[in-house]
């Protein structure tokens, strides 16, 4: 098993930045592709990035291209979503997933491991 924990969210004002950080524990991090979603009140889950393994290759939605950044620390077990130039849709609780083919990197329903999730919002 695989447990994950989110951490970084908070408030913060449109325009703003806020790093989440992901800490994976129970096997080996070092191989399991990794994703983060994220959930708005009244909406569906939805991709926002994805990054393999390796981090040779990343992926985006494309509502956050050029504002956030995923990437990944083997040694510490933990994977990080940068998040630049918030706006207020961003707003939702963000969660971390682990274990899912590139293939279906964007699926949540393919991912085997979930965290509880971290609140980020938006808001002047």
């Known amino acids: 098993q695989v447990q994950l924990v989110e951490s970084g969210g908070g408030l913060v004002q449109p325009g703003g930045s806020l790093r989440l950080s992901c800490a994976a524990s129970?096997?080996?991090?070092?191989?399991?592709?990794m994703g983060w979603f994220r959930q708005a009140p009244g909406k569906e889950r939805e991709f926002v990035a994805g990054i393999t393994w390796d981090s040779i290759a990343t992926f985006y939605r494309d509502s956050v291209k050029g504002r956030f950044t995923i990437s990944r620390d083997n040694a510490k077990n933990t994977v990080y979503l940068h998040m630049n130039g918030l706006k207020t849709e961003d707003t939702a609780v963000y969660y971390c997933?682990?274990?899912?083919?590139?293939?279906?990197?964007?699926?949540?329903?393919?991912?085997?491991?979930w965290g509880q999730g971290t609140q980020v919002t938006v808001s002047s």
């Open positions: 129970g096997r080996t991090f070092s191989t399991t592709n």
């Open positions: 997933a682990a274990d899912v083919r590139v293939s279906t990197i964007r699926n949540s329903g393919d991912y085997n491991y």
